[in-house]
Structures are given as C-alpha cells and as structure tokens.
C-alpha cells in the first residue's frame, strides 16, 4: 500500500520524538520494552533500528504501529516474534527487535498517522492471523508449541585474526 511524503515525514517526527525521549532517563525507564518482554496487544509502539530500513529505505512508516499478536519464543534467537499492524494498513512480523511503547502525549498524533478503517479497536481478533499466508494462529499471545516458521539464526559476525607467525584464527559469533 502507497504512503505519502507527507504521512513519511509525520512518522519520521514521531519516530524522532520517540528516540530522543529516549536520552530521558524517566522516559526510556518506563517506555522501552526490555528483554524477556513483549510489547502488550493494541498497544501503540516504535521499533528499534530495522535491517535493510536504517534510514527508512522501505518507509519511515514501518518503524510505528500497534501489536496485533505476540508469538512468544518463536523469533530468531529465541525472541518474540510480534505481528505489528502499521499505519498503511502492513502486518509485518518483527523478531529480534527493541520496542519503545508511545506515551500518553504522543499517542493521538500516532494514531492521526492511521488510515481511517485501522486500529487495535477494528481488528478481528476471532480470525487467524498468519506470516507470510502460513503458519495461521487465532489470539492475542501464542505460546510456542504453535506451529511457526524456523527462525534463520545464521551467524551475525566472522572475525578473521591474523596472529604475528600468520597463522590464522577464524570466530564465527
């Protein structure tokens, strides 16, 4: 679904707002959801920085939505993986993510970024939900021992080192 410029900049100013709250003690304490969490469903969020999407490549809208479901363990590493609704109407799956909860005063401009048929509020619930038109799942928390996609926990790094007689030592982490 097509977004415009002007809705791009407006999800941008929030995303900004969101990650320079932040630098505030108080706001990263009670916002940022922290590992061995998830977010809540319905509940209005910024993710962290997205591969492939650092500089809103695909969409500065992609970074703001709110949680449709939550499919616990079953993310790459181990992580949730969260259904989040966007506000062109996306549902993409994030895993392996960081999420900041938006606060009461940033709440109705994030909800303005919304088309008018989408919110937590009209969502169907009782229908399944799938990633990728696969693995279907009914509710808001699924526990782990649904069917679900095998997350793709291939090696982040591969640090060569040279040592001073050339040999060489290879660490894949």
């Known amino acids: 679904m097509g977004y415009s410029k002007q809705k791009q900049k407006e999800c941008k100013k929030i995303i900004d ?3 320079n709250y932040t630098e505030q003690s108080k706001y990263t304490k009670h916002n940022m959801i922290h590992f061995g ?16 999407n650092i500089r809103g490549e695909l969409g500065w ?21 969260i259904l989040i609704r966007h506000p062109n109407g996306e ?9 900041y909860r938006i606060n009461e005063e940033l709440k109705s ?21 799938t990633i990728a038109g696969k693995y279907p799942a009914i509710g808001k928390i699924i ?7 095998i997350p793709d926990n291939s ?11 050339g040999s060489k030592t290879i660490t894949i982490c």
Do not use: W
């Open 17 to 19: 707002m969101v990650r």
């Open 109 to 129: 401009k994030t909800k303005a970024l919304f088309y008018k048929k989408i919110g937590p509020e009209k969502e169907d619930y009782s229908q399944p939900y």
């Open 155 to 165: 090696p982040l790094a591969k640090i060569t080192t040279i040592c001073s007689d």
């Open 143 to 149: 526990e782990s021992d649904v069917p679900h996609p």
């Open 61 to 81: 809208h992609k970074y703001i939505g709110y949680v449709v479901q939550v499919r616990k363990g079953v993310g790459a590493f181990g992580s949730d993986l």
């Open 91 to 99: 549902l993409n799956s994030h895993e392996n993510q960081m999420y």
């Open 37 to 52: 969490e998830h977010p809540q469903n319905s509940e209005y969020i910024v993710t962290g920085i997205q591969a492939g």
